[in-house]
């Protein structure tokens, strides 16, 4: 029986039990839960991150205009900015972020880790560490694994969707998935990974879901890129060996309860927050009607 990621405690005593390391507990996870093995499970992930790749690359080459026009070649402008605000690689990171979220505005194709609003995080953080520390394409996918292992435990323990938990679960789990790839890259140890997770976590609490207009755009974008930015604070912090104190686990319940007694309106319906400013409904207004004028006249409604 494999172990079903459940926790981070369990999921740490498993591969101490088990004399495997976290990656392969993840990859018996894929063999017998979703019968594919090991090469099978590689060979998915390396196609998963060729379309990351892609995705920063598009969206720093193409135009990336959404239909809303709220989101207008950003990412663009960020890396061609001439002043660095701490160095060029942190502008790299953001911009890359912005980038591939940009692209999932813009209807191009993206790998929702954890999710489609969420998919800049991962990209912009992986390509930046790569870059920046000469890592291989093998141990980049060995990371993506650890990530989707504590997305598992996050979505058992709390959610990873923006309707059932707010932000923090979305953006929140890709910062968190993105904290620990990080540390395993650097060789952080498991509680380090783990420490990455809950400090992350810890930074991301109680972010609400308010799409200005109903459209993953505004906030979202953005929140992609100080997301990249939290994981990779959190995991400068944990690989320096300073704890969470709270432990992940607990940390991850914490979101869930914060996640469940969230008002229905911070949870994607656009009825709060940014979405329910003055600007987010004039602008929510104008793309309604801009949608029911282009709509033929066999959909109009009667
Ligand atoms: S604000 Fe809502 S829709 Fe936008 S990224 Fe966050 S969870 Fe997703």
């Known amino acids: 029986m494999a172990f079903l990621f459940d926790s981070f405690e369990g999921w740490k005593k498993y591969s101490d039990e088990q004399h495997l390391s976290l990656v392969d507990v993840v990859l018996e996870y894929e063999e017998t839960q979703k019968g594919h093995n090991a090469d099978d499970t590689r060979k998915g992930l390396m196609k998963a991150w060729l379309v990351m790749k892609d995705a920063v690359h598009t969206g720093l080459e193409e135009d990336m205009t959404s239909r809303s026009g709220m989101i207008n070649n950003g990412a663009k402008k960020v890396y061609r900015y001439p002043k660095a605000v701490l160095s060029r690689e942190f502008q790299q990171l953001i911009a890359r972020a912005l980038a591939a979220k940009e692209v999932n505005s813009c209807m191009g194709r993206v790998v929702a880790a954890p999710t489609a ?28 694994l650890i990530s989707a292992g504590i997305a598992l435990i996050m979505e058992q323990k709390a959610s990873i969707a923006g309707a059932v938990g707010g932000c923090q679960a979305e953006t929140g789990t890709a910062a968190a998935m993105g904290a620990g790839a990080i540390v395993y890259c650097l060789d952080g140890n498991t509680e380090q990974i783990f420490n990455g997770v809950a400090i992350t976590v810890q930074c991301m609490l109680g972010l609400v879901c308010d799409p200005v207009a109903g459209l993953v755009e505004i906030p979202c974008v953005v929140r992609n890129a100080s997301a990249a930015a939290i994981a990779n604070s959190s995991a400068q912090i944990a690989l320096a060996d300073v704890s969470s104190v709270i432990p992940v686990d607990e940390v991850i319940e914490a979101m869930g ?43 109009m409604p009667a």
Not at 117 to 144: C, F, N, R, W
């Open 117 to 144: 609003g969420a998919s800049g995080i991962m990209p912009g953080v992986l390509y930046t560490l790569q870059e920046i520390h000469q890592i291989e394409d093998s141990k980049i996918i060995d990371a993506m």
């Open 257 to 299: 309860e914060i996640g469940a007694s969230m008002e229905t309106r911070y949870k994607e319906t656009a009825l709060g927050g940014l979405a329910a400013t003055k600007t987010g409904q004039a602008i929510a207004k104008r793309v309604l009607i801009r949608d029911i004028e282009i709509l033929p006249d066999e959909q």
